[in-house]
Nanobody, 122 residues
Framework: VQLQASGGGLVQAGNSLRLSCAAS????????MGWFRQAPGKEREFVSAISWNSISRSYSDSVKGRFTISRDNTRNTVYLQMNSLKSEDAAVYYCAADGGTFHWPPAHYVYWGHGTLVTVSS
């Protein structure tokens, strides 16, 4: 499975950005998909996840209410809509796919994309 994240860029605090992650290979429609981020000097942290059928979603406390994860299984793509961006949201964002299919919650993320950089100016 190959994952390609895109949509990052420079945005002013308070504005919005939508990230996309396109998958190829594997069975995208069956995977739990997740977004993670890593800021300079910090460990990678969980941001959000979505079940294979979009019924279940989870968010870290730091983004809950501001970010929305979604997916389009017909396009093999998962999205992260980021609203009300803050300076602390600046990071490289990675998408990942769980190694199993048709389950929730996520067990183990096996496939990772290269990441897309989000910079937030104040």
């Amino acid at each position: 499975v190959q994952l390609q994240a895109s949509g990052g860029g420079l945005v002013q605090a308070g504005n919005s950005l939508r990230l996309s992650c396109a998958a190829s290979g594997g069975f995208f429609a069956g995977y739990v998909m997740g977004w993670f981020r890593q800021a300079p000097g910090k460990e990678r942290e969980f941001v959000s996840a979505i079940s294979w059928n979009s019924i279940s979603r989870s968010y870290s406390d730091s983004v809950k209410g501001r970010f929305t994860i979604s997916r389009d299984n017909t396009r093999n793509t998962v999205y992260l809509q980021m609203n009300s961006l803050k300076s602390e949201d600046a990071a490289v964002y990675y998408c990942a796919a769980d190694g199993g299919t048709f389950h929730w919650p996520p067990a183990h993320y096996v496939y990772w994309g290269h990441g897309t950089l989000v910079t937030v100016s104040s």
